[in-house]
């Protein structure tokens, strides 16, 4: 069975503060693909990043940076200097397989809040 | 490209009565849909898959003549929720698979539904 786990329920830091958001899954796939949303108050889903389980490279898009680890199944998010407007809940997302649509599993998200 | 809308945003409907969601990809053809459904601070949870012309497959726990799924076309899916209880009461949000993509998801902006 798939499984997401976002240990962090909630997270508050002042403004301009870096801040990691943590991600570990679990999946039997040997193909697979991890997904970081964003969903601010409005509820209305944002689409950050997808990584392939074949694609260990790290992505830094910005303030945004992800680490990918297949050595300890982690998929962590840090934001570089925060912003206000980074407030949401954020989801880490797995789906599997490579035949046909894959239903995503997410995880319990982490509320961040950045504070001025 | 790859729009997805949801309609309605918002509905309040008495208990007792059924309430239908669409989900429409607006630019593309959506071979699979998927419907999810979020408590308040919680995650989202996969409801059902959704395949054009055939019938929907329902995740365990799920009632299948409580929530009607209907995807008619490659560009609309439909849920039902029928005889509704405040229990219902919560956030839905369907997605939509490009057939030429199957790994990509496209959210739509969710639909709040309140049984009072």
């Known amino acids: 069975a798939q499984k997401v786990t976002q240990a962090q329920t909630e997270i508050s830091v002042v403004e301009k503060e870096d801040v990691t958001l943590d991600c570990v899954y679990e999946?039997?796939?040997?193909?697979?693909?991890l997904f970081w949303y964003k969903q601010p108050p409005s509820g209305e889903l944002v689409f950050l990043i997808r990584?392939?389980?074949?694609?260990?490279q790290n992505e830094i898009s910005g303030r945004y940076s992800w680490n990918f680890q297949k050595s300890t199944s982690s998929f962590n998010f840090t934001i570089t200097a925060s912003q206000v407007v980074d407030s949401a809940v954020y989801f880490c997302?797995?789906?599997?397989?490579?035949?046909?649509?894959?239903?995503?599993?997410f995880g319990q998200g982490t509320r961040l809040t950045i504070n001025p | 490209g790859a729009v997805v809308s949801q309609h309605p945003s918002w509905v309040i409907c008495k208990s007792g009565t059924s309430v239908k969601i669409e989900c429409r990809s607006l630019d593309f053809q959506a071979t699979t849909m998927f419907w999810y459904r979020q408590f308040p601070k919680q995650s989202l949870m996969l409801m059902a898959t959704?395949?054009?012309?055939?019938?929907?497959?329902?995740e365990q726990g799920v009632e299948k003549d409580k929530f009607l799924i209907n995807h008619a076309s490659l560009t609309l899916s439909t849920l039902t929720v029928t005889s509704a209880h405040p229990e219902d009461s919560s956030f839905y949000i369907c997605?939509?698979?490009?057939?030429?993509?199957?790994?990509?998801?496209?959210f739509g902006p969710g639909t709040r539904l309140t049984v009072t």
């Open positions: 990584r392939n389980s074949f694609d260990e």
């Open positions: 959704s395949n054009e012309g055939s019938k929907a497959t329902y």
């Open positions: 997302a797995l789906s599997g397989g490579i035949q046909g649509a894959q239903k995503l599993v």
């Open positions: 997605s939509a698979v490009s057939g030429t993509s199957t790994y990509e998801q496209y």
């Open positions: 999946t039997r796939d040997t193909t697979y693909y």
